[in-house]
């Protein structure tokens, strides 16, 4: 373990610059130096799984430790001794058993697809692009209505696409953060053998998470991978996509860490909003590399936090009220479901509406029936 942390000078950026640290018992380069003089026990009083793995430690360590995957390792050490919440453990069983976290049986995968009329990808057959939809979007009701969108921004274009149903499974990118690394590779393995049994073009996701594992943690996949805002802008941009309805809000774009900070897509999702019609776009002050975590990534949104200060979502909540905005924009599932709570529990539902990129699109090409 301590191998991942050889060059670490104790110099305290990664503390600094952690968002969770200001609300949590989280102090990475405490938790650094109890591992090299070997302090036992550490995990209970330095918050390890608080950790959001957004990774701006990692960005800002002048020696280029890899904090996070430190983090990672440490939470598999405690998996193996059974140290973990209850909450973890089913969301792990879950992944094993049902191929999502979200305790629901594969067989309802495909469920919000009802009267869709999409195309189920079958062995043997090829597509232009495979929408691999995710298991948030799949099972939890709010997020449905992001792949939804997505069917009907692809099928108004006679897009080439296709999903595979109640076959696809977990990608792996958050249970191998919160430390099961073990399951992580059965799922890598599970769905190399199933991409290998079709022709896929390009496959693109509706999260950033699950673009971030199959882009840089699965082995080389044998097409191109994306995150759907760069497909959607490419659609715009060469004039597939156009829109009917202008879009009359003022909005500001929610950075996802995993897209961000992790990928360094900063423009496309930005591109698409400046190109729909009527919306006015506004900044962060903390946008783009500096932008605040919402604290759904690292498997957060099946770990029961120890604090109980301000979330960072609220956090963003509130800044996004001081800039007037209609809308706070997003492009990932998680940051949708946080940002959501946290205008419920800041009482501005009737002030601000939280929304993916997608969906504005959706809103502004749907013509009337």
Not at 208 to 225: A, D, G, M, S, V
Not at 303 to 327: F, H, I, N, P, Q
Request: proline letters at 4%; glycine letters at 8%.
């Amino acid at each position: 373990m301590n191998d991942l942390l050889l060059g670490c000078i104790q110099c305290g950026r990664c503390t600094g610059g952690c968002p969770v640290s200001t609300r949590s018992s989280l102090n990475i380069r405490k938790l650094i130096y109890h591992s090299l003089i070997k302090i036992k026990d550490k995990s209970k009083d330095l918050g390890m799984w608080e950790c959001t793995t957004c990774s701006t430690c990692s960005d800002r360590c002048p020696k280029g430790v890899k904090i996070v995957d430190y983090i990672i390792t440490m939470r598999g050490d405690e998996i193996e001794r059974g140290k973990i919440q209850p909450t973890i453990r089913d969301t792990l069983e879950s992944v094993l058993k049902f191929g999502n976290p979200w305790g629901r049986i594969r067989e309802k995968r495909a469920e919000w697809m009802e009267d869709e009329g999409v195309r189920i990808l079958k062995p043997g057959e090829s597509v232009e692009y495979l929408y691999f939809v995710g298991c948030t979007p799949c099972y939890e009701t709010r997020t449905q209505d992001l792949a939804r969108s997505m069917v009907r921004v692809l099928k108004s274009i006679s897009c080439d696409f296709a999903i595979l149903g109640t076959k696809e499974t977990c990608c792996g990118n958050e249970i191998k953060r919160m430390g099961e690394v073990g399951l992580f590779e059965i799922l890598y393995e599970e769905n190399t053998k199933l991409f290998n049994q079709i022709k896929i073009g390009t496959l693109f996701t509706t999260s950033p998470h699950c673009f971030n594992t199959f882009k840089n943690e699965y082995p080389p996949l044998q097409f191109e991978i994306e995150h759907y805002t760069a497909i959607i802008n490419k659609f715009i941009v060469n004039g597939k996509i156009t829109f009917q309805n202008d879009f009359e809000r003022k909005v500001v774009f929610h950075d996802p860490c995993f897209l961000g900070k992790q990928n360094e897509i900063f423009e496309e999702p930005r591109e698409i909003l400046r190109k729909v019609p009527g919306i006015t776009l506004v900044e962060y002050e903390r946008s783009r590399e500096r932008s605040l975590c919402c604290e759904g990534g690292g498997g957060r949104m099946w770990v029961e936090s120890e604090s109980d200060k301000e979330r960072l979502a609220v956090t963003r909540v509130k800044d996004a009220a001081g800039l007037g905005v209609d809308v706070i924009a997003t492009a990932c599932p998680f940051c949708l479901l946080t940002l959501e709570d946290a205008v419920k529990t800041t009482n501005l539902e009737d002030t601000i509406k939280v929304m993916d990129i997608v969906e504005i699109v959706d809103e502004a090409v749907k013509t009337e029936e």
